[in-house]
């Protein structure tokens, strides 16, 4: 197994591939996720256990679990909202779940139709069950930089909702900007708080490149701590078909972008690409990621 000096979490499969309007069929999606485990991506988040009315792309998350060749080494999770999601995570031996609240009242009701408070209790539930079957969790903090509601959310808010998430047992804790909201500034002066209310419990960066300052947020989050970012193949989310909507931060872009700071990722960037450009040529969407678009040797410079 490559040494990395940071985690890149893959989540183009789920958080990308959600966004499109075509369904991708489970042998291309399982393909994807054992050439991206061959690329060097050790944790990956390859599906979500929600309803597969609300989100068709998620319809085989059984299949996806039942059928992947696990490897050694390899976080393979999954996302879920509510306990109907963990039980089915359950029932195919899922070891990994992402589990979340969001920072932002409006969102919460919005989104789960749960006040923050609602919100709380129903996740201390959740993660009570997974834990008692092995699962470890990520306990994650959606808009925790900001709201398209709310606005600016109160940093204070966010620290006590790591709090909350530590004392209900959470195996590690992520930091959502689901709106790509963040900049900067604002993100080292949280995260170097969260840092020390985290201790030994791995703090994760979520960030959105909606507002394009995906990659400068992830650096001010590497220079006062973090070591763990999520990312997407070709920056795939968002809706394709909406100008301006963009996914997660590209990992071939961050891959590169710490590959010239001298810091490794374990991952190599054109197997990544060329997964991008299959996805572009097959969905049509216009991708948001620069670097699957260069030719390899440009990249590896
Ligand atoms: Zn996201």
Redesign the pocket.
Known sequence: MSTSEVILEE?GLR?GLQTLPMVIPTEKKLEWIARLVDAGVRRIQVASFVHPRLVPQMADAEAIFQQLDRRNGVVYSALVLNQKGVERAIAVGVQHLAISVSASDTHSQKNTRMTLEEAKADFRHNVRLARAHGISVRAGIQCAFGCRYEGRIPAQRVFDLIKHHLDAGADEIAL?D?TGMAHPVQVRELVAEALILCGATPLAL?L?NTENKGLANLFAAYEVGVRQF?TAFGGL?GCPFIPGAT??IATEDTIHFFRQMGVETGIDLEKVAAISREVESMTNAHLSGALYKLPALLSAS
């Open positions: 989540q958080d959502a689901s979520h959105h999520d989310g996914g997660n």
